[in-house]
């Protein structure tokens, strides 16, 4: 398909297209765990800050929970810090409609304080998302952050099935349009979409959110994110999503480096300030040596990511857990078996929690050799519609054998708990903070308290050895130099006319 007329402009006539920035939250979070601290992310906030994004999304819940538990950082003080030192861009942070890092349910109480104290902390824009599309939940949480002074973009995430049509994602962006949202995003977590299915999607979707600017999020699993772009702003998308290229392709985003100029060439217009890019990705590949971590590799065509659909982002926490308990070499088996759990609980899209409760059902099914013999908590309350209704009736065999456990049926007249500030305030005393209090409902306590006792990382991401071989072979080579380097410090001496 051409994307320009006869005067090479892009199809539709030149158009301005506004990127979202992944750099500082999905692109660590599908490449290095979320483990990306503030000693990390804030040399580079300035040059993000500086580029001309429309939006950089900077933190969700679970980041939270990493930042504590495993790199023993204060994530409130991180939150802090990287918004102060991008005060030209608005920052966005992601939340689950009735969850906060759990997988389970959380108070409407906490939800909502969570995200006005987000929005003390610099947060001017929330992606909303909910795979169930509870919208009493959402509409909450939207008034919550414009009442704020926030703008709220409720998410739909994208699953390939016989009844996640056009039609039903149409009817579901008319719904969050009526709740008086800023936006609408559409993710795209697996990578699943194809150009042909993008081009309808999309349409459906712009169109049934009229004056709304719809954004697009599709994470690059099967190497057709940077494809599914052009196609998305040629259907009307007016923003993409991207990071650097060392945190993107592959489980995570396009880059914003190749979304640009892809972007351009099409005819289309990106206001950006491509100077920034560099010194970025240089920052990226110096944390990537120093931390060894990975760097974006691009993904292979798989035909298999349409049976198991597993998002870009649990992929390799998938595998790392599996190979902890020595299981790595039935990694493929799980995934065979989590299409046919995902067929039987009613198409969840797969995003948290749904992901992660189809995951777990079925590496217990593999590993216990008899299917559904063992049932998290979360599947059963899953089961008896607290988490919302599914877009497809659940297999009754199976849901058969869920019940008829004693402890699927303490369910039935359960509700969630709905506990106010003040009782919850009381189990850790009436003087925390609200800022402590979040912190320390998200975290096991133990955590907390070993984070505080942790003194705070600092590191110096000077030039890489590699880099410091480069500019003394290009100083030698050029002008004759000698470069002297310690400890990533380094004194030049020029000779000659130069």
């Known amino acids: 398909m051409s994307y320009l007329d006869s005067a090479g402009t892009a199809v539709g006539g030149p158009r301005r297209i506004e990127i979202i920035d992944q750099t500082l939250r999905d692109g660590p979070q599908s490449w290095w765990g979320m483990k990306l601290r503030k000693d990390m992310g804030l040399p580079m906030a300035a040059e993000l800050d500086r580029t001309g994004f429309h939006t950089i999304d900077l933190v969700g819940s679970s980041i939270f929970e990493v930042l504590a538990r495993h790199c023993r950082e204060d994530p409130w003080e991180q939150l802090i810090s990287l918004s102060r030192a991008m005060p030209r861009t608005t920052v966005r942070a992601g939340t689950r409609s009735n969850g906060i890092v759990t997988f389970g349910l959380t108070a409407d109480s906490v939800m909502d304080l969570w995200v006005q104290r ?221 299409s046919r759990v995902r067929e039987e609980l009613g198409y969840p899209v797969m995003a948290t929690p749904f992901s992660q409760l189809v995951g777990t059902q079925a590496v217990l099914n593999v590993v216990t050799g008899k299917r559904y013999s063992v049932v998290p908590d979360e599947v059963m309350i899953y089961a008896h519609g607290f988490y919302g209704k599914p877009v497809a009736p659940l297999d009754q065999e199976v849901l058969d054998v869920i019940m008829a456990s004693p402890k699927a049926r303490s369910y039935t007249d359960w509700e969630p708990p709905q506990p106010s500030l003040d009782e919850l305030r009381e189990r850790f005393g009436s003087g925390i903070s609200d800022d402590e209090l979040i912190l320390r409902l998200l975290v096991p306590e133990s955590d907390v308290d070993a984070m505080r006792a942790t003194p705070t990382r600092n590191r110096d991401f000077a030039p890489t050895t590699k880099e410091m071989r480069f500019v003394r072979e290009l100083v030698e080579t050029s002008v004759g130099a000698y470069l002297h380097i310690e400890s990533g410090d380094f004194s030049l001496t020029l000779h000659g006319d130069h």
């Open 118 to 338: 987000l929005c003390a902390h610099g947060i001017g824009s929330f992606w909303i998302y909910d795979g169930l599309f509870n919208t009493d939940k959402i509409g909450r949480l939207v008034k919550t952050a414009q009442a704020e002074g926030a703008a709220a973009v409720p998410c739909i995430l994208y699953a390939d099935s016989p009844f996640h049509t056009d039609e039903y994602y149409a009817a579901r962006t008319r719904e969050l349009v009526a709740l008086g949202a800023d936006g609408i995003e559409l993710e795209d977590a697996a990578g699943l979409l194809t150009p042909e299915r993008t081009r309808t999607l999309v349409a459906a979707i712009v169109g049934a959110a009229g004056d709304l600017p719809v954004e697009i999020h599709f994470h690059s699993n099967n190497a057709l994110a940077p494809l599914n772009y052009l196609e998305g702003v040629l259907a009307g998308a007016r923003r993409v999503h991207t990071a650097s290229r060392p945190l993107a392709a592959g489980v995570s985003l396009p880059s914003t480096e190749n979304t640009v100029a892809n972007l351009r060439y099409a005819g289309f217009e990106v206001d950006l300030d491509e100077t920034r890019f560099a010194p970025v990705e240089e920052h990226l590949l110096r944390v990537a040596e120093y931390e060894d971590l990975p760097v974006g590799t691009p993904a292979e065509y798989s035909l298999f990511l349409y049976r198991h659909q597993l998002p870009g982002g649990m992929s390799g926490t998938f595998k790392d857990q599996l190979r902890a308990r020595g299981m790595e070499d039935r990694f493929e088996e799980v995934l065979d078996e989590m």
